[in-house]
């Protein structure tokens, strides 16, 4: 007992701090440091200068019409290169938003804000700031559904601008369409421009497809060729509608 007690009195404040210590790392661990920020937040409140929850809001309230002026500003010069590319085509023409699109057919339809009332009727063909993106398939008096060259049931009437070979396009359900050649052996290479053809019976001849991504000559029963489409058909906001 006497060594026992000799024990505590050398090494008892030893012991207390230890257990102290473990003590509170475990509190630490079981509580994620509450407990510290709570003492924290404590000692510190003094010294802290609190914002008045007036000065908060405006606070916000600013942050927000910077970022509707941010988003204002990103739509002003979508605008502006849709009207340019308008004032390059003598056809008239139809500006559009795309007021519905689905997840599920994002690379088959859109839905646009425009309709019989302003002057858009079934067939007629919808462009980008790049080339052709669809075909008007269905109207009602203020909306219109596009068909998209992406959908795999769509079919266009193509040609490689360089060598003239034809073919026709389909969807692929991106970005992304195939092109199968009527010529066994066709001359085509990657980089090549491919636009609608002077035989499509949907669109007229000329419009700006994509460019040639990759040959496959080997493939059966013709040989294809995967085509990067050049409108922005994954992130479009407005259209440019013509008749047919």
Known sequence: MYTLRRWWVRHGIQVMVAGAAIGSAWLIRQTQGAAMFEVYQLLTRPFQTEAPPQELRENARVQELQDRLTELQNQNQKLQELLGYVQQRKQKAITAPIVGRTPD?????????????????????????????????????????????????????????????????RGYG???????????????????????????????????????????????PAPEAIIKVTAPISYLEWVIIYPN
């Open 174 to 220: 991106s970005n992304r369409v195939v092109m199968q050649f009527f010529d066994k052996v066709p001359d085509v290479r990657r980089g090549d421009v491919v636009a609608t053809s002077s035989v499509s019976k949907l669109f007229p001849p000329g419009l700006p497809l994509g460019r040639v991504e990759s040959v496959n000559l080997e493939k059966t």
């Open 105 to 169: 057919n994002w690379w088959q339809q859109v839905t646009l804000g425009r309709g019989t009332e302003d002057g858009i009727q079934k067939d007629f063909i919808v462009m980008g700031t790049g080339g052709l993106i669809g075909r008007v398939v269905e109207v009602t008096s203020h909306t219109s559904r596009v068909l998209l060259i992406s959908d795999p049931s769509s079919r266009v009437g193509a040609v490689v601008s360089r060598s003239r070979v034809m073919g026709y396009i």
